[in-house]
């Protein structure tokens, strides 16, 4: 706290003179107002100050307190120096009388507080009241008494010759001029201004307490609130004194308004001392500014570097953290690389790094300078700033010199993978070399010379692509020697020497045929076909320069196809094998080496449009650019790519690189991630509404801006339709390897890796289709997986109710795309679209879908080779299809039947289940017959038996639902007003699919319930009867049969009947008769119920009808292209 601020107070009073008297003008102003006593600033001969009691008749009636305030209050404004010689008091009693002097001048001389140096009294002028006065002063002086003398006047004039007339009011016959009221405005004013510097004084003292005992924060936030807060604090004061300044200025101006009025009046001693007072007050508050604001600047700049101190300390602690993680990602560079372009990807990967290091490593280097400007600027912080300052350089100069040692590693290794590619090239066109020297030529001795030379000069290049020796290798690259690098350089370096060694076998046998022949050797020519039959070149020979920039790529080019023409025909004579392998291992390392080179620029430019588009959507810098169309959809346009480049980058790039010795196997890293693959197929499914939002969009001006910052002369959708052109570039590449690996290790691997990208992109393409479908009111997930699609030619022939409609009002067939899913076929109807790209892609109106559980197919149709039937609820509804060609009718046909048969399986396995829980269920034995569990297993065993008899069963159906007895009272099924529909008929109970026995549905049955088969159902026999053989004639419906049984002669006479024959049930007439169709003859009849049923079912109602139509909720494969083929057995023996 400064002193000055201290005293400023006592200074105040001092000048106030309020250590003597406390009192104000504003605590006695009524008393004041009274004017029985004034100060007029007359003064004496000697400077004594003169107080006047003018002629005030109530001045006894003035209270003693109120007259001792006064007194006090008046004998306290002179200064110290006059009040010290003693007051000069007049009384002026000339108006009143003797006995009220006396009680004045007693009075004042008992109560006056201060010195005083004369009284002078102008006594009464009246006649009496003069003589009287006389008498009694002369009689009475010894009451008069004072300290000082006290002298009677009798005239005005007699006073002038004490006091000096300009020292005297004018009601005392003097010219000094005076105001009472203006005189008490100025004491009031004077002493209000006083108080204010007082105050003033204090707030600055309470203040300055206040920030020399505030504590400086540990933190940005706290301290940048308290520099607030104090700053706002004293601005207040700094207004406080203003306004006290401003105040003081006013009162100088009050006091000199009089005297500008009149210039040729001079200021009187009061006058002289109330300016005197102010002029002191004003500076005694400048003083006091100065000296706070000398206080406040030394405050604000210790804020102000604790400020910075808190702000050095926080980023130190950002930045070192930063440095941290770096140091700690530093010390995870441990790969030295596996190949050449693994190596220059690692370096490039190092590069990027520390680019993006930089701004973390030049922030640090930053905030040391700012922390060494702090020191040189004397901050009070010092001994915890320095320290911190060089913590920093040695983070920073330490993360350079890791980065450094890092790339010196990675140098090295750039190094020796130069010095083993550069081997393993020189191998690899020595093996060409080998492989491209004609066999006819070496025959001759000038062919054998020259081919000798040919390798003499090869050899002689071997100097410089060579390792030369494998100990100073392993000397001069002992730090990054790693055991796989250790290993792949002995394989190089043994690769070498295999090399080495085909070159001197050559060489001695060329040697020996260029020496004399002692016997003509005829020369054979290679097969002309063997010089223009040579396989397609790899992927990346194809690709040419554009993804191989290493030299000798026109060198490559002719040896290696003449390597692979010569591979085919074999070496015979020459030791082919080991050549053969080695070019074949050449072939598989350029696939690989394209895969490897195609898989990292791919990655680059998904990187590319991730940063340079992506992200670039979310700059706040770029949003003006943005179009409105475009705003909040990068979701959309850009779908999940980013998912398939973190995939790419961070795992199946560096599980690729692994495989760069051994690309034999490289199907495995495709297999081991097979299932992140998925991921093409939610791009691709994206890729149409992407499309369309790109047209929209296209013309936007942040696409140009992003285009021209990449330098790009490709727009953004060329990119966007790299991952579609990369999934399926892959299939090429595995074919590619393949051809090249059928002798390898990994061939069964990369066989079904090829299999499973086939299988990707299929699914992927079925998905664009499925997502086109429209009108589907369901969830299309619920049908299961999407199996198959393709469009068809569809014709109908539909039966509804008992009377057979051939529903063929067109002749013309529908087009219609179906997909088969696992639990329906659905078909649509495929419309073209308008517009561009995948704008103009098909969409499929939904039309019907077929529950499987309900299906038949029929694989042959008489006519057509590519047609095939599908048949729903017992051939109610029959769909004629027509495939583009036999092989995708082949395909349709084999789907179905596995869905169909798997079906069953689980039907079977599901009665099987059902039967042995029946079983344990019932203890106790059936009294009329066999057990439900028994039937079960024996028709199961009758069903085993018809699959392995063709004549019994060329097709079977699919499982059919609970039949139910009717109940006692119900109308009999074969009533013909109780005809039962579509979705209200089960499935044939009866073995065999006999369709003479009763059907009917539980009353609670809603018809939803009955319009398919379900697995959940449990099939059981009809009743005991009928296991027995002894089951009466039942319901005969409309339909197919196979006669199998000819006892009814007469029947069999009308309709020609033979065993074997199909006969048809066209519709029931009448009195029990039948309409009955020999489908053999083409004889139409009418039969008897009961004599239809005893020629088909004699002897009981096993095996007499084979129908090849399942009942509803049935599944029924068949063969055969007639009716005739068609002997299904229904599942009913597996009902029970």
């Known amino acids: 706290m400064h002193p000055k601020l201290l005293n400023t107070a006592l200074a105040v009073d001092e000048i106030m003179h309020h250590d003597i008297s406390p009192l104000c003008a504003a605590d006695i102003r009524d008393q004041l107002q009274k004017r029985f006593a004034y100060l007029s600033g007359g003064r004496g001969q000697d400077g004594s100050p003169v107080i006047t009691f003018p002629d005030y008749p109530a001045f006894g009636d003035v209270p003693d307190q109120d007259f001792q305030n006064v007194m006090t209050y008046l004998t306290s404004i002179p200064s110290l120096q006059d009040a010290g010689i003693g007051f000069i008091l007049v009384i002026d009693r000339r108006q009143d009388r003797w006995t009220s002097v006396k009680a004045s001048i007693l009075r004042i001389a008992a109560s006056f507080p201060a010195n005083l140096q004369l009284v002078l009294v102008l006594r009464p002028t009246g006649f009496f009241q003069r003589t009287l006065s006389d008498l009694a002063f002369r009689f009475n002086r010894d009451d008069f008494k004072m300290k000082v003398p006290v002298i009677m006047l009798s005239s005005v004039p007699e006073l002038h010759g004490y006091i000096d007339k300009s020292q005297l009011t004018e009601d005392l016959g003097g010219t000094l001029a005076y105001c009472h009221s203006r005189w008490l405005r100025h004491r009031t004013a004077i002493e209000s201004f006083a108080l204010l510097v007082k105050q003033t004084a204090q707030m600055l003292q309470t203040f300055g307490t206040e920030l020399a005992e505030t504590e400086l924060p540990n933190d940005v936030q706290s301290t940048s609130s308290v520099l607030l807060a104090h700053t706002e604090k004293k ?15 006013r009162v100088l101006e009050s006091i000199h308004e009089p005297l500008a009025r009149s210039p040729d009046q001079s200021p009187n001693q009061d006058q002289l001392d109330s300016q005197s007072t102010v002029h002191r007050l004003l500076a005694q508050l400048n003083e006091t500014e100065a000296a706070f604001d000398e206080f406040w600047a030394k405050h604000q700049q210790k804020l102000e570097q ?18 941290d993680v770096l140091a700690q990602k530093v010390t995870t560079f441990t790969d030295v690389g596996n190949s050449l372009a693994h190596v220059q990807h690692l370096l490039k990967d190092l590069t990027g790094f520390e680019e993006k290091s930089s701004a973390a490593v030049q922030r640090a280097r930053t905030l040391s300078q700012e922390g060494e400007r702090l020191i040189e600027h004397k901050h009070y912080a010092v001994d915890s700033i320095r320290p911190k300052c060089h913590e920093l350089r040695h983070l920073c100069d330490q993360f350079a010199a890791d980065v ?14 130069g010095l083993l590619e550069a081997s393993m090239k020189w191998c690899d066109e020595g093996i060409y070399l080998l492989a491209s020297q004609p066999v006819d030529k070496c025959q001759s001795q000038d062919g054998a010379e020259a081919a000798l030379q040919e390798l003499e000069r090869f050899l002689e290049t071997g100097a410089e692509n060579k390792i030369q020796e494998l100990s100073k290798i392993f000397q001069d690259y002992e730090p990054i020697l790693t055991k796989d690098l250790l290993e792949h350089v002995q394989r190089v370096f043994q690769k070498q020497e295999s090399v080495e060694e085909m070159f001197h076998r050559r060489q001695a046998s060329l040697k020996k045929l260029a020496a004399k022949q002692t016997r003509p050797v005829q020369p054979v020519a290679p097969r002309p076909e063997a010089l223009t039959k040579s396989p397609c070149p790899s992927p990346g020979i194809r690709r040419g ?6 030299e000798g790529s026109a060198l490559r080019r002719g040896p290696y196809r003449r390597a692979k023409s010569e591979v085919s025909e074999g070496r015979q004579g020459r030791g082919g094998s080991t050549g053969d392998e080695e070019s074949l291992a050449v072939l598989r390392r350029h696939v690989m080496k394209e895969l490897l080179d195609t898989e990292r620029v791919y990655v680059e430019e998904l990187l590319c449009v991730l940063e340079g588009y992506a992200a670039e959507m979310d700059n706040p810098l770029m949003t003006h650019l943005i179009s409105t169309g475009l705003q909040n959809k990068k979701d959309i346009l850009f779908g999940n790519m980013e998912e398939i480049y973190h995939f790419h980058n961070r795992i199946f790039l560096r599980e690729l690189e692994n495989y760069t010795d051994c690309p034999e196997l490289v199907g495995r890293c495709f297999l081991e991630r097979m299932e992140e693959f998925q991921i093409y197929e939610k791009y691709c499914q994206n890729k149409p509404r992407s499309e369309s939002l790109w047209r929209q969009c296209s013309d936007c001006p942040f696409f140009q801006e992003c285009q021209k910052k990449l330098d790009h002369k490709l727009s953004l959708d060329s990119y966007l339709l790299k991952p579609v052109q990369r999934i399926t570039k892959y299939q090429l590449l595995l074919k590619e390897m393949l ?28 998905s664009m289709h499925l997502i086109a479908i429209t009108g589907y009111e369901g969830n299309l997930s619920d049908l299961g997986r999407l199996l198959m699609q393709g469009s068809f030619s569809v014709w109908t022939d539909h039966k509804r109710g008992h009377a057979k409609v051939k529903d063929l009002a067109r002749f013309k067939p529908m087009q219609r795309h179906l997909f088969l899913h696992e639990k329906a076929v659905l078909f649509c109807k495929r419309r073209e679209e308008n517009g561009e790209g995948y704008e103009k892609a098909p969409s499929y109106s939904y039309k019907q879908s077929l529950n499987m559980t309900a299906v038949g197919i029929t694989e042959n149709v008489k006519g057509d080779a590519k047609k095939f039937e599908i048949w729903y609820n017992a051939r109610e509804e029959v769909y004629i299809i027509q495939a583009p060609t036999p092989e995708i009718k082949a395909a349709w ?14 039907c079977r396995e599901a009665s099987q289940h059902r039967a042995l829980e029946q079983s344990q269920s019932l203890p106790l034995p059936t009294p009329a017959g066999t057990s439900p569990s028994k039937a079960s297993t024996r028709n199961i065993k009758k069903l085993e038996e018809r699959k392995t008899d063709p004549l019994s069963l060329e097709g079977y159906g699919g499982p059919t639902p609970q039949q139910r007895a009717p109940e006692k009272g119900k109308a009999s099924p074969t009533s013909p007003d109780k005809k039962a529909k579509r979705h209200q008929v089960k499935s044939d109970p009866t073995p065999f699919g006999l369709r003479g026995w009763s059907k009917t549905s539980h009353p609670s049955e809603t018809p939803e319930d009955n319009d398919g088969w379900s697995s959940t159902e449990e099939p059981v026999n009809s009743s005991d009867a009928e296991e027995e053989g002894r089951a009466g004639p039942g319901k ?9 049984r000819l006892d009814e002669k007469g029947v069999s006479d009308v309709l020609a009947l033979r065993s074997g024959d199909e006969v048809e049930l066209v519709q029931e007439g009448d009195e029990g008769l039948w309409c009955v169709r020999n489908l053999s003859s083409g004889v139409e009849g009418w ?13 009981g109602p096993v095996g007499c009808l084979s129908s090849p139509e399942s009942s509803a909720g049935s599944a029924v494969l068949s063969p055969s292209s007639s009716c005739s083929e068609s002997c299904t057995a229904a599942l009913a023996d597996l009902q029970g």
């Open 404 to 417: 450094e040692r890092r790339r010196g590693l990675l140098g090295k290794s750039l190094e020796l993978h």
């Open 306 to 323: 604790c400020l910075q101190l808190r702000h050095f300390e926080q980023d130190f602690r950002e930045v070192k953290s930063a440095l």
């Open 545 to 550: 320069s554009e993804n191989h920039s290493s």
């Open 1087 to 1099: 039969v008897p119920a009961r004599s239809l049923s005893t020629l088909l079912c004699q002897g």
């Open 1036 to 1044: 005969l419906v409309p339909g197919r049969y196979t006669v199998t």
């Open 235 to 249: 601005d207040r004061a700094k207004e406080d004194m203003r306004l006290a300044l401003v105040e003081g200025r």
């Open 893 to 906: 046909v084999s789907e179905i039947r596995k869905v169909l048969t798997s079906q069953l399986q689980a």
């Open 739 to 766: 051809k090249y690996s059928k002798s390898c290790e990994g061939a069964e691997d990369l066989q079904e890796a090829l299999s499973s990208i086939l299988g990707i992109l299929k699914a992927v393409n079925d």
